[in-house]
């Protein structure tokens, strides 16, 4: 089995290549390592091989670990996970980022805890989940509720909003995804562009090939970092 050490090495060859085909610079993708259910000592492992973003799923989670690796001071958490609106008050202290904003409740109460919450003269990131292919059951809102969420988001000083995010419908042909991040990309053309939304948060193990050729700006990579997980639950 390879190393965490040396699977980062390979993911951000990988990441160097989509930029390199794409014409894009490899400074413009920046990689979460996504840590959800794995150890403390995993993420050590990846922090010491210079990774500095992680994401994690669960309120709970990304608190329990945050507080474990708080000597870390550079290291920082992005929530990736649906978040209800009670577990806000547990994940602001420690996150720099939510990609999982998808109402404006949740905009407001992330606005509320972050403007007492974060440091004098720092904000809260904050990208809107959008469910681009409109699948039952999913998180993310709806493309009729984008523009509201977004200014609500605009109307928080504790916030800083970043851009959009989607996870797109599962597949064992990556090249399917292709369509949902172009449409997320179009979204971001048509709220504002590039100076509003700078960035796209799209792309996981299995496609962020895909999600850098059609314009990602952070891709969300657990498996091809850290191996496969745990049936959920078993190790939370
Ligand atoms: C788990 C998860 C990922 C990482 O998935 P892998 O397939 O392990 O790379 C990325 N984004 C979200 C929202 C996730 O829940």
């Known amino acids: 089995m390879p190393s965490i050490a040396e699977r980062l090495a390979s993911v951000r060859g990988q990441i160097a290549e989509a930029t390199a085909r794409a014409g894009r610079s490899k400074t413009d993708v920046r990689l979460l390592a996504v840590s959800k259910t794995k150890p403390v000592r995993a993420i050590e492992e990846a922090y010491r091989a210079g990774q500095r973003d992680f994401g994690e799923n669960y309120a709970q989670e990304l608190a329990k670990k945050a507080r474990a690796l708080s000597h870390l001071t550079d290291l920082r958490w992005h929530m990736i996970g649906h978040l209800q609106k009670n577990k806000v008050k547990l994940v602001v202290p420690h996150a720099s980022v939510i990609h999982t904003v998808d109402s404006e ?132």
């Open 105 to 236: 409740r949740l905009a407001h109460e992330l606005g509320k805890r972050a403007s007492t919450g974060m440091g004098p003269g720092k904000a809260l990131g904050a990208f809107v989940q959008v469910n681009v292919a409109r699948e039952a059951g999913k998180s993310g809102c709806s493309v009729s509720e984008l523009a509201g969420i977004l200014e609500a988001i605009e109307s928080e000083p504790g916030l800083e909003l970043e851009g959009l995010m989607t996870i797109p419908p599962q597949t064992d042909d990556p090249d399917q995804a292709l369509e949902y991040f172009h449409a997320l990309r179009r979204l971001r053309d048509e709220y504002g562009g590039v100076s509003r939304l700078p960035g796209l948060s799209m792309g996981m193990s299995h496609d962020f090939v895909q999600a850098i050729q059609a314009g990602a700006t952070l891709v969300r990579v657990g498996t091809s970092i850290f191996g496969p997980r745990e049936p959920q639950g078993a190790t939370r």
